[in-house]
């Protein structure tokens, strides 16, 4: 069974990880409601779970990481602190 579905990152900067079927396919970032950023992602809700590793920065913010190693999945702005975010999975 394929869906939708949102998984809401933290508002900190930072290394975060998110469990989600594997292969699942990365969509986008949004702030939705209350102010979280969060990931959609197109998964398959009959395949095992895999823990996948992100990286959020702000504009203007040193990154350290090999940019090689770094996969933009998007840029999100939240509009309650003028935060303007841009989220990364590390492979």
Do not use: D, W
């Amino acid at each position: 069974m394929y869906t939708v579905e949102g998984y809401i990152i933290p508002k900190e900067e930072g290394y975060f990880s998110i469990e989600m079927p594997k292969q699942s396919i990365l969509l986008s970032v949004r702030e939705v409601q209350y102010g979280f950023p969060c990931l959609f992602a197109f998964v398959n809700h009959e395949a095992s779970k895999e823990r996948r590793n992100f990286l959020h920065v702000a504009t203007g913010t040193i990154i350290e990481e090999n940019p090689s190693n770094l996969n933009c999945i998007g840029t999100f702005h939240l509009k309650i602190s003028n935060h303007v975010g841009h989220i990364f999975e590390i492979e």
